[in-house]
């Protein structure tokens, strides 16, 4: 039974850096993987999307010749194969250079397969038992698949099998108007296709205030993308143009049918086979490995990082999990969960950047609070570039003058959340940033401009 001093399962975002740390530190390190170096964010999540909606805005951008003053003789057409050969050159090197670190690391002994538990300390990949006082767990989420009546009769993708596409489908039926439903539908909105997106829920990415979710709508209805929202009865059938979906909603045709049907309807953590059982770790009732602050389960030496603990469903959420995990156990650190300020994107275009509560949360809270609101029709950058979808929100604490957090929907709304965020974990009050002095001319410069237009949130 080979011995190691840790074990890390999966090499998602947090697993390689850390397995690095642990051989830096003199640690003798098994790392398991059963499929794609790099997980889902380098294979099917974060870099092939991200390239995907970089083709998309290409051809819109295109599309809109005439408004920047620039002739192009002929349609604007896509080539699907071409979009999915630039995509795959983008993730093939970051793939790569995950498994040839880890294959070339001294120190660190990799395996390829699926690893479950056989007892606390050990774990199990083909027929090799691996021993460990350290097991590191980092495997993940994958989409997950819906119970819907019909659903076992009928072709569907998930985000996998997306990235296989190297077609235009005639009509894409998106079940799930959250975060991964929606960019998937722009871009394919982009590329040529029909879309249609069916949600549940009374409006899409139903977790943020309903002006954000009004504003993507917006955004996405004016693309040409029909939205067909309160479908709270879902199932889907075969027909001839490729699917049906009932969706049963309070208004409009209780169909909807297209050529090919893409679920993005959530995503499940890859635990439901990892043997935990014969380890003795413990579950949420989702499957979400149950970890305390710093990362630790309830069985000694082991720990859950990435999305298998529910503790976050973002790359940024897992490497700070490795960076929690790295300093507490090798840099005597007392770093937690708990200090880390929610933050994320929506990488439609506009995209969205949020950071700390929404609009609705700070309300809920019951405290005094500050707002400013800026469409971004009245940035001028956005404006000189022709790109005015979108409107900035910021949210203050009335008495410690702190910001509380931030919608951006807007041209770079990605990258400017990060000027509040990081004034959120400085805790400076809102008054640094309305007296500094900003580039012109930038998004940016109009984060001063709103909040000395800050009004008591009533
Ligand atoms: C379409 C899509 C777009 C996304 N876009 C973004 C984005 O723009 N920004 C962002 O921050 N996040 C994004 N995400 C989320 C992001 O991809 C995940 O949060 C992130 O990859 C989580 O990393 P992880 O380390 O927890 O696990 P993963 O990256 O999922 O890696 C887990 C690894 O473990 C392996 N594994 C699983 N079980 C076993 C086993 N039993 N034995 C051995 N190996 C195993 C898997 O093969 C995999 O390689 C997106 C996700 C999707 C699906």
């Known amino acids: 039974m080979p011995k190691f001093d840790a074990i890390v399962i999966g090499t998602g975002q947090a697993g390689p850096s850390l397995a690095r740390r642990l051989v830096a530190a003199g640690r003798k390190v098994a790392v398991i993987e059963r499929k794609h170096f790099g997980g889902t964010c380098v294979n099917t999540g974060c870099t092939p999307t991200k390239a995907l909606v970089a083709s998309a805005y290409a051809a819109h951008v295109a599309r809109r010749h005439a408004d920047y003053g620039v002739t192009i003789a002929g349609p604007i057409a896509v080539d699907m194969k071409a979009v999915k050969a630039r995509k795959d050159s983008i993730v093939a090197p970051s793939r790569n250079g995950v498994e040839r670190s880890l294959k070339s690391l001294e120190g660190c002994t990799v395996y390829q397969g699926h690893g479950r538990f056989v007892a606390p300390s050990a774990v199990k990949v083909g027929e090799t038992v691996l021993e460990a006082p350290q097991i590191f767990i980092n495997v993940g989420g994958r989409a997950s698949v819906p119970a819907m009546p019909g659903l076992d009769q009928v072709p569907y993708l998930t985000n996998s099998s997306m990235m296989d596409v190297d077609f235009l489908p005639k009509h894409l039926v998106v079940v799930g108007g959250s975060?991964?439903?929606?960019?998937?539908?722009?871009?394919?909105?982009?590329?040529?296709?029909?879309?249609?997106?069916?949600?549940?829920?009374?409006?899409?990415?139903?977790r943020e205030d309903e002006d954000v979710s009004m504003g993507v709508a917006d955004v996405l209805e004016a693309e040409g993308i029909a939205l067909r929202l309160n479908a709270t009865c879902l199932s889907v059938g075969k027909h001839p143009d490729g699917v049906a979906v009932?969706?049963?909603?309070?208004?409009?045709?209780?169909?909807?049918?297209?050529?090919?049907?893409?679920?993005?309807v959530g995503r499940r953590p890859n635990t439901d086979d990892l043997g935990l059982d014969k380890a003795g770790v413990?579950?949420?009732?989702?499957?979400?490995?149950?970890?305390?602050?710093?990362?630790?389960?309830?069985?000694?030496g082991i720990f859950a990082l990435g999305d298998c603990n529910g503790r976050g469903a973002f790359t940024h959420t897992a490497w700070n999990d490795f960076e929690i995990v790295a300093a507490n156990l090798l840099d005597g650190g007392e770093r937690r969960v708990a200090d880390r300020i929610a933050a994320y994107a929506l990488y439609t275009d506009p995209p969205l950047g949020r950071c700390g509560m929404s609009e609705t949360e700070v309300r809920k809270s019951g405290r005094p609070a500050l707002i400013a609101t800026m469409?971004?029709?009245?940035?001028?950058?956005?404006?000189?570039?022709?790109?005015?979808?979108?409107?900035?929100?910021?949210?203050?604490?009335?008495?410690?003058?702190q910001f509380l957090g931030a919608s951006f929907l807007g041209l770079s709304g990605d990258e400017v959340i990060h000027t509040v965020l990081d004034l959120m974990y400085a805790k400076a009050p809102y008054t640094v940033m309305a007296r500094a002095m900003h580039i012109h001319p930038t998004v940016t410069e109009f984060l001063p401009t709103m909040l000395g237009e800050l009004r008591d949130l009533e």
């Open 375 to 401: 469409p971004m029709e009245d940035v001028s950058r956005a404006f000189e570039k022709g790109e005015t979808n979108g409107f900035m929100k910021i949210l203050v604490d009335k008495e410690t003058k």
């Open 179 to 206: 975060y991964i439903g929606l960019e998937f539908a722009q871009a394919y909105r982009r590329f040529g296709s029909e879309v249609t997106v069916v949600e549940m829920a009374p409006r899409l990415i139903a």
């Open 246 to 264: 009932n969706v049963d909603c309070t208004e409009g045709a209780p169909q909807v049918t297209g050529s090919h049907l893409l679920l993005a």
């Open 282 to 300: 413990a579950t949420d009732a989702r499957g979400f490995i149950t970890v305390d602050d710093q990362l630790r389960t309830n069985v000694p």
